[in-house]
């Protein structure tokens, strides 16, 4: 059975609920206090093993309290934990505000994420040609280097979700299988301004796709996705399954569901609309992999 192997982030999600957001140098009342699992390598995983896929992670995380917590609730949502290191320092931790419009905001301490690297799993990590290797941008850039020319030299083929949004190797770049990003991680990475409607972002996946990319996704929230392939391009419309409660973590449960779906053998095109289905069965629910229960199992046809 194919898998979907992430090598990425894990952080603590501190959580706070607020009426609105603050504004410089104003302090709010908050509730709803929530300590959870996090990172967008995590929540990936999380996501891709909750739509079906065998789900293995590649991370770190600190000595302390948190990181083996943290590694036992990433076991729980069905992820194989077997390569996460434990490394000396802090666990990476995610400070994040949500208002009661479901939008977030997010500030992120790298922590362990810093040490993340293949090396130690490749003694008895070996992917097969039909394998998705998951990278995102939350651990040093060098790591991704390595694992894409891991990944490739077993034929596997890699996803990166760039996000946050930084510069990137043009030669690693082009050996990207499948790109994902949201529309301002797209303006940044092509120093243009984010496509506001799905029209504009098919131009900005085509762009994207000139830059080496097999396969290029562009989100855009509510808009649903523009999507890239070879020679053709389209927009997949976002899925309404019901009011917003909360925003966190609806990026990474697109990806994972696209990840699996990809490596559960589905044509590029219904991966997306998987992708698409899974973003919105997660904005139901607070927290990000805490409300991935609910999201939809891939099928093949």
């Not at 603590?12 to 709803?32: A, K, Y």
């Not at 043009?170 to 092509?190: F, K, Q, W």
């Not at 504009?200 to 830059?211: C, F």
């Not at 696209?258 to 590029?268: E, N």
Request: with cysteine.
């Amino acid at each position: 059975m194919a898998r979907v192997i992430v090598v990425g982030s894990i952080n603590q999600d501190i959580t706070v609920t607020v009426d609105r957001f603050p504004s410089p140098g104003e302090t709010l009342s908050g509730s709803s206090l929530t300590y959870g699992l996090g990172g967008k390598g995590a929540n990936q995983a999380a996501a891709a093993a909750h739509s079906g896929a065998e789900t293995l992670f590649v991370g770190a995380v600190g000595t302390d309290l948190s990181g083996q917590r943290l590694r036992a609730d990433l076991a729980a949502h069905g992820v194989d934990v077997t390569h996460v290191r434990e490394v000396d320092g802090p666990t990476g931790t995610a400070l994040i505000t949500v208002a009661t419009s479901g939008e977030n905001t997010i500030i992120v301490d790298a922590g362990a994420n810093r040490a993340v690297t293949i090396e130690p799993a490749k003694a008895s990590l070996f992917p097969a040609p039909s394998d998705i290797v998951v990278l995102q941008a939350e651990v040093p850039s060098h790591a991704n280097t390595e694992v894409l020319a891991w990944a490739h030299s077993f034929g596997a083929r890699v996803l990166l979700n760039l996000a946050p949004a930084r510069d990137t190797d043009p030669a690693a770049m082009s050996h990207i299988d499948i790109l994902v990003v949201n529309e301002t991680e797209a303006g940044l990475t092509l120093g243009l301004p984010a496509p506001a409607t799905p029209t504009e972002a098919i131009g900005v996946a085509r762009a994207l796709r000139g830059m080496g990319p097999r396969h290029v996704v562009v989100t855009l929230g509510a808009q649903g996705a523009a999507w890239a392939s070879g020679t053709e391009v389209g927009h997949c419309p976002a899925v309404n399954l019901g009011e917003a409660v909360d925003t966190t973590g609806a990026g990474d449960a697109c990806v994972g569901a696209l990840a699996a779906a990809l490596a559960l053998g589905k044509p590029f095109v219904e991966a997306v609309a998987d992708g698409m289905r899974a973003g919105a069965a997660a904005i139901l629910s607070p927290g990000a992999a805490s409300s991935y229960g609910a999201l939809p199992t891939v099928t093949r046809d």
